[in-house]
T-cell receptor, first 115, second 114 residues
Framework: DAKTTQPTSMDCAEGRAANLPCNHS???????VYWYRQIHSQGPQYIIH???NNETNEMASLIITEDRKSSTLILPHATLRDTAVYYC????????????????FGKGTLLTVNP | GAGVSQSPSNKVTEKGKDVELRCDPI?????LYWYRQRLGQGLEFLIY????????KSGLPSDRFSAERTGESVSTLTIQRTQQEDSAVYLC????????????FGSGTRLTVV
């Protein structure tokens, strides 16, 4: 799987948009970008994933650059409960036989939302 | 069930004892994963089960660690002759096509070896 680079930590004011960057310059054509987060003392939580088009769900938006070498996770209105470590992961999917492949977690970005 | 269930939530054991950790995946999820997370560290992959295929054991740190899963049901992770460095949170996750390949994690088992 391609490696990712994320800032170690970021701060955001409550109510503001949090924009978390991720570089994945060695991503290959069949690799998706996944985002997870881990709130203190909990298991990681899936947020969103995408291939090349921008994606949005009830939790966040994912913006992937045209060359796919970087992406940004956007939390439109951050709350104190969004304080967590955010992981950006790239992983290929294989469609044959319904296989699922392991996710490799890096160190992520510690996002602290301040009141 | 509604989510991935792990038991026990906390386990304190004496060095040298064996422990068994349990994971109940979401019903119908074909894939099951075990990870370990030491205090203040990232997630470390241990083992992966996919249906009836041979598991990917490449992450198991030593032969004291083993895991089993029967079909697409419960999995158990066993650590024999526990050592203090085994102290960590052990996380289980499951996934399927219906979940867009996203993992659902359990809350983990916090293992403390004293």
């Amino acid at each position: 799987d391609a490696k990712t680079t994320q800032p170690t930590s970021m701060d955001c004011a409550e109510g503001r948009a949090a924009n978390l960057p991720c570089n994945h310059s060695t991503i290959s054509g069949n690799e998706y970008v996944y985002w997870y987060r881990q709130i203190h003392s909990q298991g990681p939580q899936y947020i969103i994933h995408g291939l090349k088009n921008n994606e949005t769900n009830e939790m966040a938006s994912l913006i992937i650059t045209e060359d796919r070498k970087s992406s940004t996770l956007i939390l439109p209105h951050a709350t104190l409960r969004d304080t967590a470590v955010y992981y950006c992961i790239v992983r290929a999917l294989k469609n044959s036989g319904g296989s699922n492949y392991k996710l490799t977690f890096g160190k992520g970005t510690l996002l602290t939302v301040n009141p | 069930g509604a989510g991935v269930s792990q038991s026990p939530s906390n386990k304190v054991t004496e060095k040298g004892k064996d422990v068994e950790l349990r994971c109940d995946p979401i019903s119908g999820h074909t894939a099951l994963y075990w990870y370990r997370q030491r205090l203040g560290q990232g997630l470390e992959f241990l083992i992966y089960f996919q249906g009836n295929s041979a598991p990917d054991k490449s992450g198991l740190p030593s032969d004291r660690f083993s895991a089993e899963r029967t079909g697409e049901s419960v999995s158990t992770l066993t650590i024999q002759r526990t050592q203090q460095e085994d102290s960590a949170v052990y996380l289980c996750a499951s996934s399927s096509r219906r979940s867009n390949y996203g993992y659902t994690f359990g809350s983990g088992t916090r293992l403390t070896v004293v």
